[in-house]
T-cell receptor
Framework: GAGVSQSPRYKVAKRGQDVALRCDPISGHVSLFWYQQALGQGPEFLTYFQNEAQLDKSGLPSDRFFAERPEGSVSTLKIQRTQQEDSAVYLCASISGSSYNSPLHFGNGTRLTVT | GENVEQHPSTLSVQEGDSAVIKCTYSDSASNYFPWYKQELGKGPQLIID?????GEKKDQRIAVTLNKTAKHFSLHITETQPEDSAVYFC????????????FGTGTKLQVIP
C-alpha cells in the first residue's frame, strides 16, 4: 500500500481483556517500530524489528506486552490483561533500510481505551 | 539514553507571523534531527530533517537550524498559515541503540487567522 496501515483505529477493552493491534508497514520496508503515545505527550519507543528479528524490546513496559513480526512484514502488538494505564495511542512506523538516520513513516495509530 | 527537551509546549501566533520551536538533546553522538507534524487523529509526519554536517536547512517556509556545540536545534516557520496549526515534535536518535529515536514532548502551535 501507499502508507503504513494500522487496525483497528479504535479499540475499547475492559480491564483484564487481551487485545491485538495490527500494523501493515510500507511494502518492502525492512525496519518496523512500535511507539506508545499518551495524551499530550510525544511518542515513546516500545520495540524495533529488522525483518522478522526483534532487535530491541527495551521499551515494552511490562511482560504483558508482546510484539511479533513472523514473516518480516505485518506486525502484531499484543497486550495481555489490559490495565487502565495501557490506554494510549499505539503508533507503528517503518523505514526502508536499517539506518537510524532515516525518517520514520507512521501509521495513524490505534487508540486503545481500557475501561 | 537520549534526553530530548522541547519548548514551548504551546505557541499562539497571528497568521503571517513567524513561529520558532526549540529542542535540546543530550547524546553528543547524535547526527540526525527530524521534525514531525502531527494533526489530530493522525500519525506524525516528517516535515524537515537535518544532519550534523550542516548548520541550516530550508524548505519553502520551513527551516531548521542546528548547533552541535550547544546540542540544540530549532524549527522556524515563516509566514504562518492556519493549516500550520498542529502539534510539532522534534526527535533525536540514541546512538547507543539500534533505532531508539527519542521524541520531544511536543509543541501545540495555533495560528490565529
Amino acid at each position: 500500500g501507499a502508507g503504513v496501515s494500522q487496525s483497528p483505529r479504535y479499540k475499547v477493552a475492559k480491564r483484564g481483556q487481551d487485545v491485538a493491534l495490527r500494523c501493515d508497514p510500507i511494502s518492502g520496508h525492512v525496519s518496523l517500530f512500535w511507539y506508545q503515545q499518551a495524551l499530550g505527550q510525544g511518542p515513546e519507543f516500545l520495540t524495533y524489528f529488522q525483518n522478522e528479528a526483534q532487535l530491541d524490546k527495551s521499551g515494552l513496559p511490562s511482560d504483558r506486552f508482546f510484539a511479533e513480526r513472523p514473516e518480516g512484514s505485518v506486525s502484531t502488538l499484543k497486550i495481555q490483561r489490559t490495565q487502565q494505564e495501557d490506554s494510549a495511542v499505539y503508533l507503528c512506523a517503518s523505514i526502508s533500510g536499517s539506518s537510524y538516520n532515516s525518517p520514520l513513516h507512521f501509521g495513524n495509530g490505534t487508540r486503545l481505551t481500557v475501561t | 539514553g537520549e534526553n530530548v527537551e522541547q519548548h514551548p509546549s504551546t505557541l499562539s501566533v497571528q497568521e503571517g507571523d513567524s513561529a520558532v520551536i526549540k529542542c535540546t538533546y543530550s547524546d553528543s553522538a547524535s547526527n540526525y534531527f527530524p521534525w514531525y507534524k502531527q494533526e489530530l487523529g493522525k500519525g506524525p509526519q516528517l516535515i524537515i530533517d537535518i544532519r550534523s554536517n550542516v548548520g541550516e536547512k530550508k524548505d519553502q517556509r520551513i527551516a531548521v537550524t542546528l548547533n552541535k556545540t550547544a546540542k540544540h536545534f530549532s524549527l522556524h516557520i515563516t509566514e504562518t498559515q492556519p493549516e500550520d496549526s498542529a502539534v510539532y515534535f522534534c526527535a533525536a536518535p540514541y546512538s547507543g541503540g539500534y533505532q531508539k529515536v527519542t521524541f520531544g514532548t511536543g509543541t501545540k502551535l495555533q495560528v490565529i487567522p
